[in-house]
């Protein structure tokens, strides 16, 4: 795996656990080469999440992906029931997570 701070492949980082600032529960991991922390999502290799948002994300494609429906009735003012928000949540996911995995990618490249 390579580091996102120093760029060293032959280090395996390890989870260290839940963060104990501010009552977090996120997870971290420790590069063994230069000691940078990182929360777990610098791992995750962009193609994974990729395939999720081709897959959960779209899901079902006919008539429409349901993330673009559940959208339009987000933006209508229509999204009142419980399962919609739901389907919002879980079809939008992959999508976030991949948004932050390339803003973390690129703020660590700086």
Same mark, same amino acid.
């Given at each position: 795996?390579?580091?996102?701070?120093?760029?060293?492949?032959?280090?395996?980082?390890?989870?260290?656990?839940?963060?104990?600032?501010?009552?977090?529960?996120?997870?971290?991991?420790? /590069?063994?080469?230069? #000691?940078?922390?990182?929360? *777990?999502?610098? &791992?995750?290799?962009?193609?994974? !999440?990729?395939? @999720? /948002?081709?897959?959960? #994300?779209?899901?079902?494609? *006919?008539?429409? &992906?349901?993330?673009?429906?559940? !959208?339009?009735? @987000?933006?209508?003012?229509?999204?009142?029931?419980?399962?919609?928000?739901?389907?919002?949540?879980?079809?939008?996911?992959?999508?976030?997570?991949?948004?932050?995995?390339?803003?973390?990618?690129?703020?660590?490249?700086?």
């Amino acid at each position: 795996m390579r580091c996102p701070f120093c760029g060293n492949t032959g280090s395996q980082p390890r989870e260290t656990g839940p963060a104990k600032d501010h009552g977090s529960s996120r997870w971290h991991y420790t /590069c063994q080469a230069c #000691g940078a922390h990182s929360v *777990i999502i610098d &791992p995750m290799p962009t193609s994974a !999440l990729i395939l @999720l /948002c081709l897959t959960i #994300g779209l899901l079902p494609y *006919i008539p429409e &992906p349901h993330l673009w429906e559940k !959208l339009k009735m @987000l933006a209508a003012g229509e999204l009142v029931h419980m399962i919609d928000v739901f389907d919002l949540v879980l079809h939008a996911a992959p999508w976030v997570l991949l948004m932050l995995k390339l803003i973390i990618s690129r703020l660590s490249l700086n």
